[in-house]
Each structure stands twice: as structure tokens, then as C-alpha cells.
């Protein structure tokens, strides 16, 4: 059974910064092909935040751009760093990740349940 577990929310001032981990844990050997970090706020659709593949290249939404930083590989944790962080940025997070059983020829997506960030004075 995959499971992938968020880390790392929690309270912070406008400003400050956090750092979320995802870790990936599975009953069989696998790789990662690609992580994935979304958000949603209540009410609202999930929003693709960032990606990076097991060979590192990285996208981003346009408004984390110059303040987040994806890292992972084909391991089993991925990192979301987050600087200057603003009241907007305060939702749940999720980790997504492409998980390929060593067995099989491609990968399946699965997700976290989440991290809240909150951000406020």
C-alpha cells in the first residue's frame, strides 16, 4: 500500500518562511518518476503549485515562482520551501508524486492528505 505523508505546515508570520516534506512509503521497491505540490483553500479548486521530475528539471505556478523552491528525486521524499510567505499562501497543501513499482513498466499518481500553512501575524 503507497502512502505519501506531508510535513512541516504550521503557523508563520507574513514573511517567514516554511519548509514541507513529503515522504512516500510503499510495501515494494519503487522510484519516484516526478513530485507535485498543490493547494486549496476551503471552497475552492486544488491549484497546481509547483513539479520537479527524478531528473530535476522544475516548473512553477507563476505566483510561487520567485519564492518557492521544489527539490526531490527519485527517492522517497521531496521537499516544497517556501519563502516570504504571504497571508494569501495560508490553505492546505499536498504532495503528489508519480510512484513506479520496480516491477512495473509506469507509474501511478498518488497524494498526501495534506499540511496546513497558516500564515498571520
Known amino acids: 500500500q503507497v502512502h505519501l505523508v506531508e510535513s512541516g505546515g504550521g503557523l508563520v508570520q507574513p514573511g517567514g518562511s516554511l519548509r514541507l516534506s513529503c515522504t512516500a512509503s510503499a510495501g515494494s521497491l519503487f522510484s519516484m518518476n516526478s513530485w507535485a505540490w498543490y493547494r486549496q483553500a476551503p471552497g475552492k479548486a486544488r491549484v497546481w503549485v509547483a513539479r520537479?521530475?527524478?531528473?530535476?528539471?522544475t516548473d512553477y505556478a507563476a505566483q510561487m515562482k520567485d519564492r518557492f523552491t521544489v527539490s526531490g528525486d527519485d527517492s522517497n521524499t521531496a521537499v516544497l520551501q517556501m519563502h516570504d510567505l504571504k497571508p494569501d499562501d495560508t490553505t492546505v497543501y499536498y504532495c503528489?508524486?508519480?510512484?513506479?513499482?520496480?516491477?512495473?513498466?509506469?507509474?501511478?499518481?498518488?497524494w498526501g492528505k495534506g499540511t496546513l500553512v497558516t500564515v498571520s501575524s
Open positions: 520537479i521530475t527524478a531528473g530535476g528539471i
Open positions: 503528489s508524486g508519480n510512484l513506479r513499482f520496480v516491477t512495473k513498466l509506469s507509474g501511478k499518481d498518488y
